[in-house]
């Protein structure tokens, strides 16, 4: 089945929701913050698929905040959901590797009474944030856990394509699904294992058998032995041993995803409609038992290989109707752009998930855009990329575009982008401060004149905290520089100045505010150089 087939099958089942969905917040932690490595990897790199990062650490995390906003659309939570992430050298060789893990932090289980949230099962373990969504409350909190403790874990190859680590490929860092053939969507891999934090795993020892600590978890309450017809929970421990390495007949009997499968399976399902969950005959830890089967078609997004065929960032199969399975509430009403309906939902049975790529595509390029009119642009060709590949219909194309017109564009830029409009200053209205030439970091400016009595003024756009220092050299004559925050200097007010004799000067800031800094040049001089580092 091709996608656009696809496309169409869902959007037509998908008709009929009315509701507004209200998202979870997934909030990703950068354990890689001053390591250099990972999301602080400093390596300069070129924007790519819809990813505005200059670096490899920025596009790396402008990925996971995609990511976490695809799932938070999709998923309803009352409760933060917190992720710490890092990248580390995972196993790997020339030609194959693991390229994340990831998993729930925490368990939490109930015994039936009046302390049980309603729609949770008595003795059976959650995922944390799962439990949270479902109990109404950060259940970490509850049993005395910091309240900043992550709900999931997570942890991503950082020696991918390197040599003798999968080597001649690299992580894709765009947004837009057009991954190249020597690359693997990092987008696709971040979705895959969030999924398993979120609620896709089980917490047996397949080694031996046993569940933890002799209680069922909630996804392997829907998981049985269609050759045997026994519930994985109602197993012996030994059965469950042979249960796990049942190739074929290992199955996921929950109503949703079996309702959901004729959707989107051409094969991958037994004769009951149950969809097939990996279970090779040797036992491969981490793989078996909490995936679906390599034997799915369409591949799906959580098979326990990468396919080249996925496109998470608008189709995520079956995954949302395991949710639905183990008790996850899954946002079905129509996507918001702040307080503007888009007319299109964020998920639909099937998996089509159009909707949560609208925000999570309009925060990405808002956050990535340098000024109001390229963000306007951005998120309108977006809409008719959508639209031409058949993820929206028509009707949701003209709908979606009415909560992109100029006024909106504004509002969603001012929340989630720099807040700069683009467009010139207008002195009458605004502040529009005094009119300089700018500098870019460490590019010198050469060949300066100046007269007696005349003055130039520069202007240079810096960060907090990292030194910055101004400087002028060369040629010949006497400078002097004046330098001010936010405002024009003088010789008589400004925040700092250099006025040796001749063109020699420094000023240099240790801990910078960020901001505007005017940069004043005096005198009489030829053949100056300027420059500002920072």
């Given at each position: 089945?091709?996608?656009?087939?696809?496309f169409?099958?869902l959007?037509a089942?998908?008709?009929?929701?009315a509701?507004i969905?209200?998202?979870a917040?997934i909030?990703?932690?950068?354990?890689d913050?001053g390591?250099?490595?990972?999301?602080?990897?400093?390596t300069?790199?070129?924007p790519v698929?819809?990813?505005?990062g200059?670096?490899?650490?920025?596009?790396?995390?402008?990925?996971?905040?995609?990511a976490?906003?695809l799932?938070?659309?999709?998923?309803?939570?009352?409760?933060?959901i917190?992720?710490t992430v890092?990248?580390?050298p995972?196993?790997?060789?020339?030609t194959?590797?693991?390229?994340?893990?990831?998993?729930t932090?925490?368990?939490?289980?109930f015994e039936?009474?009046p302390?049980?949230p309603p729609?949770?099962?008595?003795?059976t373990w959650?995922?944390?944030?799962l439990?949270?969504?479902i109990a109404d409350t950060?259940?970490?909190?509850?049993?005395?856990?910091?309240?900043?403790?992550?709900?999931?874990?997570?942890?991503?190859?950082?020696?991918?394509?390197e040599?003798?680590?999968l080597?001649?490929?690299g992580?894709?860092?765009?947004?837009?699904g057009?991954?190249?053939?020597n690359?693997i969507s990092l987008?696709?891999?971040i979705?895959?294992?969030?999924?398993h934090?979120?609620g896709?795993?089980?917490?047996?020892s397949?080694a031996?058998?046993?569940?933890?600590?002799?209680?069922?978890?909630?996804?392997s309450?829907?998981?049985a032995?269609n050759?045997?017809?026994?519930?994985?929970?109602?197993?012996?421990?030994a059965e469950r041993?042979?249960?796990?390495?049942?190739?074929?007949?290992?199955?996921f009997?929950g109503?949703?995803?079996?309702?959901?499968?004729?959707?989107?399976?051409?094969?991958?399902?037994?004769?009951?409609?149950?969809?097939?969950l990996?279970?090779?005959t040797a036992?491969?830890?981490?793989?078996s038992?909490?995936?679906?089967d390599?034997?799915?078609t369409?591949?799906?997004?959580?098979?326990?290989?990468?396919?080249d065929?996925?496109?998470?960032?608008?189709?995520v199969d079956l995954t949302?109707?395991?949710?639905r399975d183990v008790g996850?509430?899954?946002?079905?009403?129509?996507?918001?752009?702040?307080d503007?309906?888009?007319?299109?939902?964020?998920?639909?049975?099937?998996g089509?998930?159009?909707g949560a790529?609208?925000?999570?595509?309009?925060?990405a390029f808002?956050?990535g855009a340098?000024n109001?009119?390229?963000y306007?642009d951005?998120?309108r060709d977006?809409?008719?990329v959508l639209?031409?590949?058949?993820?929206?219909?028509?009707?949701?194309?003209?709908?979606?575009?009415?909560?992109?017109?100029?006024?909106?564009?504004?509002?969603?830029?001012?929340?989630?982008?720099?807040?700069d409009t683009?467009?010139?200053?207008d002195?009458?209205t605004?502040?529009?401060?005094p009119?300089?030439?700018?500098l870019?970091n460490?590019?010198p400016?050469t060949g300066?004149?100046g007269?007696?009595g005349s003055?130039?003024?520069?202007?240079f756009?810096?960060?907090?905290?990292s030194?910055?220092?101004i400087?002028?050299y060369g040629?010949?004559?006497?400078v002097s520089?004046y330098?001010?925050?936010?405002?024009?200097p003088?010789?008589e007010s400004?925040?700092s100045w250099?006025?040796?004799?001749?063109n020699?000067e420094?000023?240099?800031?240790?801990?910078p505010?960020a901001?505007t800094?005017y940069?004043?040049?005096t005198?009489?001089?030829?053949?100056?150089?300027?420059?500002?580092?920072?």
């Open positions: 089945m091709s996608r656009n087939i696809l169409a099958a959007l089942a998908g008709f009929g929701y509701g969905a209200d998202a917040d909030n990703v932690i950068n354990l913050a390591t250099g490595q990972g999301l602080d990897d400093p300069p790199a070129t698929g819809g990813n505005a200059t670096t490899k650490g920025e596009q790396a995390k402008i990925v996971f905040q995609f976490a906003d799932w938070g659309s999709v998923l309803e939570s009352n409760v933060e917190l992720n890092t990248f580390q995972l196993p790997c060789d020339a194959s590797g693991v390229l994340g893990s990831s998993g932090n925490y368990i939490f289980a039936d009474g302390d049980l729609g949770m099962l008595p003795l959650y995922h944390s944030a439990g949270d969504a950060d259940l970490g909190v509850v049993n005395d856990l910091p309240p900043d403790t992550p709900d999931i874990i997570s942890q991503f190859n950082g020696k991918l394509g040599p003798g680590c080597t001649g490929n992580w894709y860092y765009g947004l837009d057009n991954t190249p053939s690359r987008l696709d891999v979705m895959h294992e969030m999924a934090g979120l896709f795993s089980g917490f047996n397949l031996s058998g046993a569940m933890n600590q002799g209680i069922p978890d909630i996804y309450t829907y998981v032995d050759s045997t017809g026994k519930n994985w929970i109602d197993m012996t421990d041993v042979v249960a796990a390495k049942n190739n074929g007949h290992l199955v009997f109503q949703n995803v079996k309702d959901e499968a004729p959707l989107v399976l051409t094969s991958g399902t037994d004769d009951d409609g149950n969809v097939k990996y279970a090779p036992l491969a830890q981490g793989s038992f909490s995936h679906y390599t034997s799915l369409m591949n799906a997004l959580m098979e326990p290989f990468i396919n065929s996925l496109s998470a960032d608008v189709l949302p109707a395991l949710f996850w509430t899954v946002n079905d009403g129509n996507q918001m752009l702040l503007c309906d888009t007319g299109v939902p964020s998920s639909v049975i099937g089509l998930i159009a790529n609208i925000y999570a595509s309009a925060k808002a956050g340098e109001l009119l390229v306007r951005q998120i977006h809409a008719d639209a031409d590949g058949e993820v929206i219909t028509p009707d949701q194309h003209t709908s979606l575009l009415a909560c992109l017109t100029d006024e909106t564009t504004e509002a969603q830029f001012e929340e989630w982008g720099n807040g683009g467009e010139p200053c002195p009458e605004e502040d529009c401060g009119t300089a030439i700018e870019t460490k590019v400016v300066l004149s007269t007696a003055e130039a003024l520069y202007s756009e810096a960060e907090a905290g030194v910055l220092s400087m002028t040629g010949t004559g006497d520089v330098v001010s925050l936010g405002e024009e003088t010789p400004n925040d250099s006025s040796r004799a001749g020699s420094t000023v240099r800031f240790t801990a505010e901001g800094y940069i004043k040049l005198g009489t001089y030829g053949g100056l150089t300027l420059v500002a580092r920072q």
